[in-house]
């Protein structure tokens, strides 16, 4: 898929866990997971909202793409 | 209970009664159509071949007849394959992931059997009548030529179903990978 997921960087920035990301937006760890893997079909809006907030970034630093 | 799964429940017992009669009805007209095969007499080497297997009183059956019940055991066969695929598929709906690709598939395939049974059923009249008039054999009145507008019909439903549920199941494959 020409987009990429940069979630894992992020993540290892902030020295915070999946699991911790998961509890503070209220998703689903599987969800995140499937999100992180690249797996993910579509992301809602107010799931980018949610992880933009807690990571305090841009929807940009998570997600890239590649032609 | 679910009002859903009361209906699919009610149906599933519907459906299994149509399957055992029809499965019955299959074995039953196949036996008879397979007496009938060596009863009649179809002309050429297969009386040689027969002659040992007959009484005199099967000389009573038409080739018509055969014809009329070989058609009979073309329906229950398809009534067979058509319920137990949608027994199945009711079976997935009471276990609430019915939009899934199985599903799809086993609506094509409902088409397909009702298509096939459909154009045998068509093709074995001209077949019957034109050995009848070739081995000069008495053809008698029943087996006549007719359509059955509501199987063709049934088919391109079952079709139409199959293109749905697909769309279904890429729809809900979607929606499982939103995140």
Redesign the interface.
Known sequence: MAINVKLDRILLERGMSLTELSERVGVTIANLSILKTGKAKAIRFSTLEAICKELDCQPGDILSFDD | MTKKNKVAGILSVILLIVFIISLITMLVTGLVALFMFIAVPVGGFFDGLLDGFRSDSDSDYTMGEFVEITMAFITATMFVVVSSRLMEVLRTISAGTPFEAENADRFKRIAKVIFFAELAKLAIVPIAFLWAVLFGVEYGDGGGLSIDLTNWLGAAVALVLAEVFREGARLQ??QE???
Request: no cysteine.
């Open positions: 494959e979607e990978f939103t995140v």
